[in-house]
């Protein structure tokens, strides 16, 4: 394997009833800003448990926080807690919220334009501490530090990671995700499958361990899926999506092993341009990168294939097939259909994404940096 | 799942050439005390690399931690550290190295008599910081918590767990295990993989994605450890066994999922009192635990030897059979041999070692607490 060096400070408190620690982990003293979405947690009872939890506290709220969080929102979230003084930050929600809250966090004590965190990697010296109720399994956000903002007026979704946005804790109470609509369990299970595979289907670095559980999180994902789609109070599969999605991203299976990620940076661009779910952008193009990437990812999609898929054919090239086949069939039993066109968008997305990630240097994708921009467009083509 | 707290703040620093990493790891204002065991790290160059990456600190040794380590011992260390107003501590040895090196940040700001902590409990309120350079993978010790301490003049072994002995950092580079002698890597081996059984071979609880990561680990085990006892310098074998023993023992697997560790208690007064290895009396009890337990440990056993062993045989009680076997194979072919008597070592110590677990209280073992001195007894005659 590859020299690494692995870091997570986050703790984590999972289970039903968890969020009553909220007591103990945020001192009175302390500021809160309360950060929220669209207002669901208003109507399933955590907004309820974390008020109750917080009584005593100072607490400010700032809802609205959308999917794929956008800068301009953020912003002022940022005023707010200039304006009150605030030095707490408690994200309740999805991936989106917890995203959003990393910027906030940062952006609240930068000297300069935050937005250059994003676009030219500026340095950040601090951030407010912040922890976070996760109500939406799938990002993986609430167990790292990286972040992913977007920006209306530029069609722009940019990635940053630093170890100062690393939550303070993460409460994941299995029970808060029973009310999701199907399609966001849904998105929530396949971001949580491509992260897995972006870490793992790459080539191989003798890394049996880093492989196994990679392949673990792939087989509990693909075992429990159908059960929290067809009863969503099922605890136990909640429960085990929720862990699974949180270990596919903290850091630990990618350690010491190649990594991908082109799927994803090429899907960031569909979103921003499009408005596709996230998760969808991934069902889209994972299959056609598998495909156009077979012969550079070989040992492993016929690793993926036997292990995951429990495929057997003995010619490889069809089992290779096989797995991504599968994978496609996987996404669309979840309710993801796999093609742009489904989303009645066409070929003008080729030149959107290539002229984005081109401008912004995106043009070395993949684990080995050979998924230029003509790869990029071919990926497209098949998923059209 | 059962509900769980997961925290593990270690910073892992993995691969060839990260002892260098010292220097950043340790600021230069710290006076450090250098902690190592019978002087193996002078004769293979761990020692001298670590001086080179110190170059510029202040820097007292303490020599001499055996293993099992001493309380008597390390309160020599405490004095040291008193003495030169040290405030930092680097371990740089195996897991008795790291395990006393715990206990003596604890003890070293305690203002009582510290034995206490390891029989009363006694709380800890502040220890000295500190990091390590491991150089036999095994215990675990690098990222957790947890150590084990001994006591020569009153035969006594135990346990202390608390967080502020997590260390900051951890240096895992594999080289610095080409050099151990066959028994150690093997010792090392053994104690992985019975620390994953530890977490693993309980009851169900609907915990997939723990039972595959414990089966990864022992997956893996099983495949490299042929392999380093062939080739002590086989790189890639020594990484995945080092960075197996890590994961075995840092909280992950064992989140969620009931705990047995009765192996380790019944072998901890083993050693007390005989003077057997660690690794070695896990080898010698688990297969009687295991064959003991085997009713309440069903389900998982039948698991166990099906994906961890690939016993295929149709019959539950030989499937289980099998898999005990195996298991007790696998230590023997790593060179422990499991009966007491391989060590001369008779009926004399059932008395020994169950007097020791009553008199600390230790008298309701395993994960249903139904391992009581009666059971005790009969799993240790099955050792004989």
Wanted: glycine share 8%.
């Amino acid at each position: 394997m590859e020299n690494f060096t692995f870091y997570n400070p986050v703790r984590i408190h999972f289970g039903r009833g968890q969020i009553a620690t909220l007591k103990n982990e945020i001192p009175l003293d302390k500021r809160i800003l309360l950060t929220y979405g669209g207002g669901s947690i208003k109507k399933n009872g955590v907004y309820t448990q974390v008020k109750t939890a917080l009584n005593g506290h100072t607490v400010c709220e700032f809802g609205g926080i959308e999917p794929n969080p956008r800068y301009e929102t953020l912003m002022q979230a940022v005023a707010l807690i200039k304006e009150h003084n605030l030095n707490f930050i408690l994200a309740v929600g999805g991936g989106s919220v917890v995203d959003g809250t990393k910027f906030i966090a940062a952006a609240a004590s930068f000297p300069g334009e935050p937005w250059d965190i994003l676009t030219q990697h500026a340095p950040i010296n601090s951030a407010v501490p912040f922890g976070c109720v996760l109500t939406l399994p799938g990002t993986g956000s609430e167990m790292n530090c990286g972040a992913v903002i977007s920006r209306k007026n530029t069609k722009d979704k940019l990635v940053f990671i630093h170890p100062l946005v690393f939550p303070q804790f993460s409460i994941l109470d299995p029970t808060t995700t029973f009310s999701l609509p199907p399609n966001q369990t849904a998105n929530g299970i396949v971001d949580a499958f491509v992260h897995v595979i972006e870490q793992y289907l790459t080539y191989p670095v003798n890394s049996p361990l880093q492989d196994r559980f990679a392949e673990g999180i792939l087989q509990t994902l693909i075992e429990e899926a159908p059960k929290v789609m067809r009863n969503p109070e099922d605890y136990a599969a909640r429960s085990n999506i929720m862990w699974c999605a949180t270990l596919a991203l903290n850091n630990l299976i990618g350690c010491g092993v190649p990594n991908d990620w082109a799927t994803h940076l090429i899907g960031h661009w569909l979103t921003a341009g499009y408005g596709l779910d996230h998760a969808v952008t991934l069902a889209i193009l994972l299959p056609s990168v598998l495909n156009h990437q077979r012969a550079q990812k070989r040992e492993k999609l016929l690793q993926y294939a036997t292990r995951v898929w429990n495929v057997i054919n003995p010619n490889p090239e069809e089992r290779i097939d096989a797995a991504i086949f599968k994978t496609r069939e996987f996404f669309e039993n979840l309710g993801l259909v796999t093609h742009l066109s489904n989303y009645k968008i066409g070929e003008e997305a080729i030149a959107f994404v290539t002229k984005k990630l081109n401008e912004h240097k995106q043009i070395t994708l993949g684990e080995r940096g050979d998924i230029n921009l003509e790869v990029v467009e071919k990926i497209m083509r098949t998923s059209l």
